[in-house]
């Protein structure tokens, strides 16, 4: 009769392998399904930053080339008026030298507004990449205890076996 039982035991334990087994299996996919949820944040996020950074970057070069076009203007001027030797050439170089000053802050300010945009989004992509580790670890943290629990169960399923091998031998009827 002990046989039946630890038959029995042997069946418990298969299911509890199965149940582990599934749950590795969707460990496994969840870390999968996770790693693809980064991968598209990521890249939502990196979009945005574009979006964001295209107004700025368009704005810094029209004001740019409108400054350059109007300091390739007065040289010009410069140029006809050293030519000419009828107007003072002071004046053109206090205007250019006022636009290259003006173009300067422009730079400055451009600098800042990227920096300032791209710090945002950095920010964004690290909390991003925080809780997808968190997550990660906690997935990697669970699917090690089942891993642990299925390999348990497989040394009880062949200590009961064995078991069962025993009990079966023992309780034969022997003729003598």
């Known amino acids: ?25 969707q460990i496994s996919r969840e870390k999968r399904q996770l790693a693809r949820q980064k ?9 945005q930053q574009e979006q964001a950074l295209m107004p700025i970057k368009e704005e810094y070069r029209a004001n740019r080339q409108s400054i350059m076009d109007q300091i390739s203007d007065l040289r010009e001027q410069k140029k006809a008026a050293n030519d000419s030797e009828t107007e003072s050439t002071e004046d053109f170089d206090g205007q250019i030298s006022d636009l290259q000053m003006e173009l300067s ?15 945002f989004y950095e920010d964004e992509l690290a909390m991003i990449e925080e809780e997808a580790s968190d997550q990660e670890t906690q997935l990697d943290m669970e699917q090690t205890e089942v891993e642990s629990q299925m390999e348990a169960i497989s040394q009880e399923m062949q200590a009961v076996s ?6 079966i031998q023992n309780s034969t009827i022997k003729l003598a």
């Open 162 to 167: 064995e078991a069962v091998s025993t009990e």
């Open 1 to 25: 009769m002990g046989w039946v039982t630890l038959t029995l035991r042997k069946r418990e334990l298969k299911q509890s392998h199965a149940y582990y087994q599934l749950r590795d299996l």
């Open 39 to 47: 991968q598209y944040e990521t890249a939502s996020v990196q979009n």
């Open 105 to 119: 802050n422009y730079q400055l300010d451009y600098t800042e507004q990227v920096d300032s945009t791209k710090t």
